[in-house]
């Protein structure tokens, strides 16, 4: 998907950069990436959006923007998917100096619903 991709915000305030689109290969997806190095010390956040493929809008809807922590690691399942998605980066700088953040995200692992009782 993405590896070793640098995002620099320079100064105070945000640098927001989306992804291209990509279809879904099921309904759900586990995602996951990872911050290989930060300088300074940035916010990075990370929403997951998604669309059907007649649907015109540039942003689409959000997907989840809940990243559960392990390590450099974030990890995030994502249940009912549209037929495309991609990624909201932003990037928040906490000081008045340069920040940036080098991050991958690996490739998602998908899955289809489980249905009926154990």
């Known amino acids: 998907m993405q ?8 100064g105070s305030g945000n640098t927001i950069i989306y ?15 990872e911050i290989i190095q930060s300088i300074g010390s ?16 540039p942003d689409g809807a959000s ?4 990243w559960t922590s392990s390590g450099n690691f974030r990890l995030q399942t ?3 998917l549209k037929e ?14 340069t920040e940036a953040i080098i991050y991958r995200f690996l490739e998602p692992t998908w899955f289809d619903q489980a249905e009926g009782t154990a």
């Open 3 to 10: 590896l070793g991709e640098v995002l620099i915000c320079p």
């Open 19 to 33: 992804t291209q689109w990509f279809r879904r290969l099921a309904d759900n997806a586990r995602f996951a990436y």
């Open 42 to 57: 940035p916010t990075f956040t990370v929403d997951v959006r998604h669309k059907d493929s007649e649907n015109t809008s």
């Open 63 to 66: 997907a989840g923007s809940s």
């Open 78 to 80: 994502v249940s009912g």
């Open 84 to 97: 495309l998605f991609r990624f909201k980066l932003t990037l928040a700088a906490s000081g008045g100096s």
